[in-house]
């Protein structure tokens, strides 16, 4: 089955949007008549990642939300104007995209990456923020063993033709490496093999780095400023993250919920989709 039949029967756009002179790929779902009060989701994905993340959460959360999956700056198909990404620029990035569509509210799930941009929004921003998913979000510790394994494998991945370390990238993400599909495996390739995310890979991995990557942590105190009401989902097997990392941050978050999901790896919402989705519409409703 392709990634996109998941979309069989969900009416769907995928655009390219100019969002502060970014060229960004975005794709819509469960869009709604003007004024007919829809609330809006915004889905982010992970380093070095890209919107398909989101491909088996995006029709059920279309049932009842206007769902904007993005590829972030410099990620997927979206441009990277110049300059390493760090976690500020990824903010502003998110904030243009939802000015530039009137959308002053919205709800928010993020995935490693992805939440880690997402908590530092609702911190910085909370009026921007109505509830809040956290996915296996990174961005709270500096383990240089994690963050060798992420910046070596992508390189790898990125430098080689070779579709094998492409593979072994997406694999390093689940716990059942049977969720990694061949067409999935060719979607991340032909991305990492575009010349423009060759030539800003340096730019995209700085987060990788001990210096960039401390001087953007979410701290505790940041995250005690969110005053979304926020879930956290880690899987009990995530590679990137032991799970006292989740439980130290569902403390650091006032009132906010973890859920754990057992033989589950990085990428909750992909591997347990059909657990997720019912636990995402459940908690945003």
Same mark, same amino acid.
């Given at each position: 089955?392709?990634l996109?039949?998941?979309?069989?029967?969900?009416? @769907?756009?995928? #655009?390219?949007?100019?969002?502060?002179?970014?060229?960004?790929?975005?794709?819509?779902?469960?869009?709604?008549? #003007?004024?007919?009060?829809?609330?809006?989701? %915004?889905? &982010?994905?992970?380093?070095?990642?890209?919107?398909?993340?989101? +491909?088996r959460?995006?029709?059920?959360?279309?049932?009842?939300?206007?769902? *904007?999956?993005? /590829?972030? !700056?410099?990620?997927?198909?979206?441009?990277?104007?110049?300059?390493?990404?760090?976690?500020?620029r990824y903010?502003?990035?998110? +904030?243009?995209?939802?000015?530039? *569509?009137? +959308?002053?509210?919205?709800?928010? %799930?993020? $995935?490693? !990456?992805?939440?880690?941009?997402?908590?530092?929004?609702?911190?910085?921003?909370?009026?921007?923020?109505?509830? !809040?998913?956290?996915v296996?979000?990174?961005?709270?510790?500096?383990?240089? $063993?994690?963050? /060798?394994r %992420?910046?070596? #494998?992508?390189?790898?991945?990125?430098?080689? /033709?070779?579709?094998?370390?492409?593979?072994?990238? =997406?694999?390093?993400?689940?716990h059942?490496?049977?969720?990694?599909?061949d $067409?999935?495996?060719?979607?991340?390739?032909?991305? @990492? *093999?575009?010349? $423009?995310?060759?030539?800003?890979?340096?730019?995209? !991995?700085?987060?990788?780095?001990?210096?960039?990557?401390?001087?953007?942590? &979410?701290?505790?105190?940041?995250?005690?400023? +969110?005053?979304?009401?926020?879930?956290?989902?880690?899987?009990?097997?995530?590679?990137?993250?032991?799970?006292?990392?989740?439980h130290?941050?569902?403390?650091?978050?006032?009132? #906010?919920? &973890?859920?754990?999901f057992?033989?589950?790896?990085?990428?909750?919402?992909?591997?347990?989709?059909?657990?997720?989705?019912?636990?995402? =519409?459940?908690?945003?409703?």
């Amino acid at each position: 089955m392709s990634l996109w039949t998941e979309l069989t029967g969900t009416a @769907y756009s995928l #655009s390219y949007d100019t969002v502060n002179g970014a060229r960004t790929r975005v794709l819509r779902a469960g869009e709604a008549p #003007s004024g007919s009060g829809r609330e809006a989701v %915004i889905l &982010l994905h992970g380093t070095s990642g890209h919107l398909e993340a989101f +491909i088996r959460n995006v029709p059920v959360l279309a049932e009842r939300y206007e769902v *904007h999956a993005l /590829d972030m !700056l410099g990620h997927g198909y979206t441009e990277n104007p110049g300059g390493d990404l760090r976690i500020p620029r990824y903010v502003q990035h998110v +904030i243009d995209y939802l000015d530039a *569509h009137g +959308i002053q509210r919205a709800h928010f %799930i993020g $995935e490693s !990456l992805g939440g880690w941009v997402s908590g530092r929004l609702a911190a910085d921003h909370p009026d921007r923020v109505g509830r !809040l998913i956290l996915v296996a979000p990174g961005g709270t510790v500096a383990n240089p $063993e994690v963050m /060798d394994r %992420i910046r070596t #494998s992508t390189r790898a991945a990125v430098t080689s /033709d070779d579709r094998a370390l492409t593979r072994r990238r =997406l694999e390093l993400l689940m716990h059942d490496a049977s969720n990694v599909s061949d $067409e999935l495996v060719d979607v991340r390739h032909a991305i @990492y *093999h575009r010349p $423009e995310f060759v030539a800003g890979i340096d730019a995209l !991995l700085c987060l990788q780095q001990m210096e960039n990557r401390t001087e953007d942590l &979410l701290t505790p105190e940041q995250m005690a400023r +969110i005053q979304a009401r926020t879930l956290i989902v880690w899987g009990a097997q995530n590679p990137f993250g032991d799970v006292p990392e989740a439980h130290r941050m569902q403390q650091s978050i006032p009132g #906010s919920a &973890l859920e754990i999901f057992p033989e589950c790896g990085h990428w909750p919402q992909h591997e347990h989709a059909e657990k997720f989705n019912k636990l995402a =519409l459940e908690f945003l409703a």
